[in-house]
């Protein structure tokens, strides 16, 4: 297993974060997905997180990241679903019209850690999602 370090730590911190579209709503198509992604990769620099593996289903996107000890996960998460979800209905003027009051992402995320799981077997995972 490969570690990252900085100055004073060394780690592997690999997440897995699902974000729903409130009330899946079923809006996110490869484009919208694509734009979401690039999105994700600008914001998550500040953050000390790199994506390492990203797709969608029309109501939900998987995200597999990993960060640092000094990420802020929550605050990032909240930053990026607020900025996404205002550019998103900014650029895609159409999906407002599926979404209820506006909201394009459920208040809750789902974020898991990988301990249990290889690298290997999320990013495998994470790929075959949207494929049914």
């Known amino acids: 297993m490969k570690l990252d370090s900085n100055n004073h730590s060394v780690f592997s911190m690999y997440y897995q974060l699902v974000l729903v579209v409130k009330y899946r709503r079923k809006v996110i198509d490869d484009t919208i997905s694509d734009y979401a992604k690039d999105k994700f990769i600008s914001l998550s620099e ?57 909201m394009f992402w459920s208040r809750s995320f789902c974020l898991l850690t990988t301990g249990g799981s290889s690298i290997e077997v999320v990013k495998a995972y994470i790929e075959t999602q949207g494929m049914k």
Request: one cysteine or more; proline letters at 4%.
């Open 46 to 102: 500040k953050y000390n997180i790199t994506l390492v593996e990203w797709n969608h289903n029309c109501d939900h996107i998987h995200i597999f990241f990993k960060a640092q000890p000094n990420s802020e996960l929550s605050k990032f998460i909240n930053a990026y679903k607020s900025a996404s979800s205002r550019l998103i209905k900014k650029d895609f003027p159409h999906v407002r019209k599926k979404l209820w009051k506006e």
